[in-house]
């Protein structure tokens, strides 16, 4: 005999632990704030990725990476997925594959402080501090005192 629950949504008797219906309902819920785990294998997944990749194109049709100067190929997520961030468009931003890959997990603030301190070879890493991340507004340059 199988194992019965309530609902957790309206208590009806069922086999798992939401009705067919609040199992759909919640599927739906999950899937509009990217909470699915299907991440880029989805079609709606890699339509998002080329509208990141054609939103991050410098005048000459180029994408530009987001984190530095080069060419980007790949979206990468702003907020990882382990730290918490969303598999949604606006947690996306264009990335060079060697910036995608040295980033890993890190969260964009300890990422982009390591790439400004300088390296090993005596030269550092420029990076894009004029762009602005996903989901903040623009920065303003605050203003010299001369005048």
Do not use: W
Not at 6 to 29: A, E, M, N, V, Y
């Amino acid at each position: 005999m199988p194992i019965e629950f309530s609902c957790l949504d309206c208590g009806r008797i069922s086999t798992q632990k939401r009705c067919p219906t609040h199992r759909r309902k919640r599927r739906r819920q999950r899937k509009v704030e990217g909470l699915t785990g299907e991440r880029g294998s989805t079609r709606a997944g890699r339509e998002a990725r080329r509208r990141v990749l054609k939103a991050a194109e410098d005048p000459g049709g180029t994408p530009r990476c987001f984190y530095c100067p080069g060419e980007a190929t790949v979206a990468d997520h702003y907020v990882p997925l382990a730290k918490g961030g969303t598999d949604t468009e606006d947690n996306l931003v264009a990335a060079c594959t060697r910036c995608n890959s040295e980033k890993g997990d890190q969260l964009p603030e300890l990422f982009m402080a390591q790439r400004r301190r300088p390296s090993g070879g005596g030269g550092s890493i420029s990076s894009r501090e004029d762009r602005t991340p996903p989901g903040a507004s623009p920065r303003k340059k605050a203003k010299s005192g001369k005048g």
